[in-house]
């Protein structure tokens, strides 16, 4: 049987002690593809990302990596083939900027030949691309959230790994660099070919972005694929338990989920501003 994809799981188990998060899990990253993992807090997407970077080993099923079993690997090797950007990290006391991103070039130094031109190189650019090179000489612990969060991407950028696994890259940074961090993914995607795994809060940042949606509830994967197609107002409301309006993106076209105004309070301090999309014609409608 042909390998369905570069990264993949079948029959994933994934559990912390006897707590089990997923069961029966089978999980495809498209070669090529952007894809966006969507879903409920603890619902199970950073312990999907652990499994599918070895950062957590399944307690039944397995997961392949370029053909072979990821546990197959040295850890090094796995490090050269895919980068993992954690929900959550912690630097090391007293780093500066330069140095922790530097450390994403680990993967690739070998014995007594530890550092290069090329090395300085692909830090600087990692550094530029997410908007940090001027902070190359700070402290990482003296840094913002958002700054802090945008030097731990340059670090897995300056991995080189055509394989990212991203866990909330967005996270703690204002819109515009938002919109850059995912800018810079879809370029990486679509002129170097990378291949995308993030996981995504705002889902309209999702269906504007993603090449491949996997929506997950308790677990498991709801509803996957091309987000036009699957991202409607009863998948939403199934996974998320809230009713929403999905309308075309004014600026792309793709899916925009509005959440729908419970009590219509907003709307009526706003001035009845619900009115164009029938909310308020159906109470017009209940009082005529
Ligand atoms: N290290 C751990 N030890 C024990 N339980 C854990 C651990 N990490 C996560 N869990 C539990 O596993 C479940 C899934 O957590 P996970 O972090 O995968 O959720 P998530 O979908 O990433 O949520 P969020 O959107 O809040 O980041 C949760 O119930 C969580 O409490
Ligand atoms: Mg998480």
Redesign the pocket.
Known sequence: MPEPSRLWGEDLTLA??Q?V?SRDLQITIPDNSFTVIV??????????LRALSRMLKPSTGAVHLDGRLIGSYPSKEVARRLGLLP?SSIAPDGITVADLVARGRYPHQKFLKQWSRADEKVINEAMEATGVLDLAGRMVDELSGGQRQRVWLAMVLAQQTPLLLL??PTTYLDIAHQMDVLDLCAELHHDRAYTLVA?L?DLNHACRYATHLIA?KD?RVAAEGDPADIVTEELVEEVFGMPVRVIPDPETGTPLVVPVDRGGRIARRAGAGGAQWGAAEGEEARSA
Do not use: I, R, W
Request: charged residues 20%; hydrophobic residues 25%.
């Open positions: 912390y002690d707590s998060v879903g409920p807090n603890a619902c199970g997407k950073s312990t999907l929900q866990d909330e996981v809060h997950m677990g």
